[in-house]
T-cell receptor
Framework: GAGVSQTPSNKVTEKGKYVELRCDPI?????LYWYRQSLGQGPEFLIY????????DSGLPNDRFFAVRPEGSVSTLKIQRTERGDSAVYLC????????????FGPGTRLTVL | AQSVAQPEDQVNVAEGNPLTVKCTYS??????LFWYVQYPNRGLQFLLK??????LVKGSYGFEAEFNKSQTSFHLKKPSALVSDSALYFC???????????????FGKGTKLSVIP
């Protein structure tokens, strides 16, 4: 079946602009996660959704970052007033229930802030 | 706080030889451990997990991993390496409890495996 999809695959923006990154989880998966992977590092947790609500947003670095999942399926990660330090690959993952199931990752969105 | 260490940035192995990619972890309570593989320009692919039971777990593509509680390690192994196994490998841990913060996966920095023909 279809895996996790993310759009766009690449996004180049200028410092100070607003960006939205989209994630389509595996159909039926109730849990959704966002991670950020900087060059040469492992992914770092940003936020976790169970259904429509953000169950854990402790990884968001500051209030410029926000994510929504209004219908419990597609999620959008929103970054305001982008900074060069936000440049990274943003990964989305989903899992069946979120309790003990493994997370399945999408291919990521590579964000470059000039 | 939980953490994962992958002490080798790169591992080189000849095709057909056994391979080991090392991982040690730190977590409060019992661990829930994972290995993922990342190919260039592709997302992370799940290989295997350990939650409880037999210390040797088997996963995809002939990989296995051995959990050692006393050494807090979870090394990835394969008896005979293939050139196609060349990729970036990540070990990850989460706490084995329900509740706030428990769903976060903490990843190591990754180990680049190169299998030489």
């Amino acid at each position: 079946g279809a895996g996790v999809s993310q759009t766009p695959s690449n996004k180049v923006t200028e410092k100070g602009k607003y960006v939205e990154l989209r994630c389509d989880p595996i159909s039926g998966h109730t849990a959704l996660y966002w991670y950020r992977q900087s060059l040469g590092q492992g992914p770092e947790f940003l936020i976790y959704f169970q259904g429509t609500g953000a169950a854990d947003d402790s990884g968001l670095p500051n209030d410029r970052f926000f994510a929504v999942r209004p219908e419990g399926s597609v999620s959008t990660l929103k970054i305001q007033r982008t900074e060069r330090g936000d440049s990274a690959v943003y990964l989305c993952a989903s899992s069946n229930t979120g309790e003990w199931d493994e997370q399945f990752f999408g291919p990521g969105t590579r964000l470059t802030v000039l | 706080a939980q953490s994962v260490a992958q002490p080798e940035d790169q591992v080189n192995v000849a095709e057909g030889n056994p391979l080991t990619v090392k991982c040690t972890y730190s977590v409060s309570g019992n661990p829930y451990l994972f290995w993922y593989v990342q190919y260039p320009n592709r997302g992370l692919q799940f290989l295997l997990k350990y939650i409880t039971g037999d210390n040797l777990v088997k996963g995809s593509y002939g990989f296995e991993a051995e959990f050692n509680k006393s050494q807090t390690s979870f090394h990835l192994k394969k008896p005979s390496a293939l050139v196609s196994d060349s990729a970036l490998y990540f070990c990850a841990v989460r706490a084995l409890y329900s509740g706030a913060g428990s769903y976060q996966l903490t990843f190591g920095k990754g180990t680049k495996l190169s299998v030489i023909p």
